[in-house]
């Protein structure tokens, strides 16, 4: 078993890798040659595979692990995570955005007793739109999961065995990776490293499939939104009887009728809107639960570059 695994999802990376594995190989020999690098790559549609495999064919420590078709950033770590052998685990992007040179340090930081130590990211080299959705999604993320997650932490970090093999028994569907871990609750350390650009392109992580993500991981992770749902209903009904009690009060009192056709269908379609996006909460949940009664596999492998993991899902 190696000492280090290095798990690096691939999409959309071919002019990167050869980069990637160079600054990679430098990085670790300083602390072990005894690693591996597990690059899963996620149907990107360009040369990344075929530059994996030709990197594993020059390098035994690198395993390639393509998948059938696209299953997304998150399904790779995981994937990634089910054929690593390390005692201790890094976890990394491809964009070298996450420096490989952070990587001594990170374990340097474990090895002081932590089982899961963060690489927290100082001024962010992304577009202020790119800064600002990821902002925006980790504040939506934490209110509404119920999780003190710090937006400043990405995917880049390094974990015990005993996390990844904690991380490995849980299968559910709907996958972040982040949130799945601090679930855990081990402990737990950060260290600051400098946010590099990216090498070339720009991200693939648009506003669109931020706010899907976000949608997605608050309802695998927390019932907050149909709690909030029942709460706004009691508010509104509350306010409604109140406002019964006026009128009636005004009636008796006064003898003059509240007019006004305009705000009472005003307040029909609002009271309609809002039990429709209510019922239309409940019915994701539905759906989603749904989906993991199917028991489907997280992602299908085409091909690796290796005869068959060590270990198993």
């Known amino acids: 078993m190696p000492l280090l695994s290095i798990i690096v999802p691939v999409y959309k990376a071919e002019n990167c890798l050869d980069e990637l594995y160079r600054r990679l190989v430098a990085a670790l020999e300083t602390i072990t040659s005894d690693f591996e690098i597990v690059l899963v790559e996620d149907c990107g549609g360009d040369r990344s595979w075929e530059i994996i495999e030709r990197l594993s064919a020059q390098d035994a420590r690198v395993r390639g692990i393509q998948f059938s078709r696209n299953f997304g950033q998150h399904y ?71 999780i ?27 996958r972040f990776f982040g949130g799945l871990v601090q679930w855990l609750g081990f402990p737990t350390a950060s260290i600051d490293v400098a946010h590099a650009g990216r090498m070339e392109g720009n ?87 749904f989906d993991e009664s199917k028991k489907r596999p997280l992602y299908i492998v085409r091909r690796k570059t290796f005869d068959e993991p060590t270990r198993t899902a």
């Open 76 to 146: 790779g770590i995981t994937a990634g995570l089910d054929h690593c052998d390390g005692d201790w685990v890094v976890v990394m992007d491809c964009d070298l955005q996450d420096q490989p040179e952070e990587i001594p340090r990170l374990y340097t930081k474990a090895r002081e007793g932590y089982d899961i130590v963060l690489a927290r990211r100082g001024r962010r080299r992304d577009s202020w739109l790119k800064r600002a959705t990821s902002w925006l999604f980790y504040k939506l993320f934490s209110y509404l999961a119920d």
């Open 148 to 174: 003190e997650y710090d937006g400043q932490s990405g995917n880049f970090r390094i974990m015990s065995r005993k996390v990844a093999d904690n991380f490995r028994k849980m299968r559910e569907q709907l």
């Open 203 to 289: 991200s693939t992580y648009t506003f669109t499939k931020l706010w899907k993500l976000a949608s997605e991981t608050v309802i695998a992770y927390s019932d907050k939104p149909l709690r909030l749902a029942i709460r706004f209903g009691f508010t509104m009904a509350f306010l409604a009887f109140c406002y019964g009690l006026y009128i009636i009060a005004r009636v008796m009192f006064y003898g003059s009728p509240i007019e006004g056709w305009s705000s009472l269908i005003v307040s029909l379609y609002f009271i309609g809107g809002v039990i429709i996006a209510i019922l239309g909460i409940m019915g994701i949940y539905l759906g989603k639960t």
